[in-house]
């Protein structure tokens, strides 16, 4: 199996109610970038709960639809980084300089 890097920083956050969660573990193995996991502690349930790794979240949301327990799992999408400006003049810079345009 190969080891899959991550494209860049997080663009979700998970919330998991774990005295909600059933332990199902659905979410943990819908999630396309892996960054859910089932805690070894128990819940009120006796259930090992779902739990975000605190990394990694693309804010797809998969894990949310295929919850079998309403309210158990919150997906929050994060505002991207603001771009910034592009150079006037049709120039760029590079480390210090300012070079034209590439054509």
Known sequence: MTAVTK?????GNVLIDTEECKGCGLCVE????DCLELL???NA?????AHYRGD???????CF???PEPGAITVYRLAP??????????QRKVEGETH????
């Open 100 to 103: 034209a345009a590439a054509l």
């Open 65 to 67: 639809y295929c919850c």
């Open 30 to 33: 819908s999630c396309p970038p």
């Open 7 to 11: 494209a860049g920083p997080a663009r």
């Open 81 to 90: 980084p603001a771009k910034t400006p592009a150079p006037e003049n049709g």
């Open 45 to 49: 349930y006796g259930v090992h709960p």
């Open 40 to 42: 070894p502690e128990l």
């Open 56 to 62: 990694g979240c693309t804010g797809c949301g998969i």
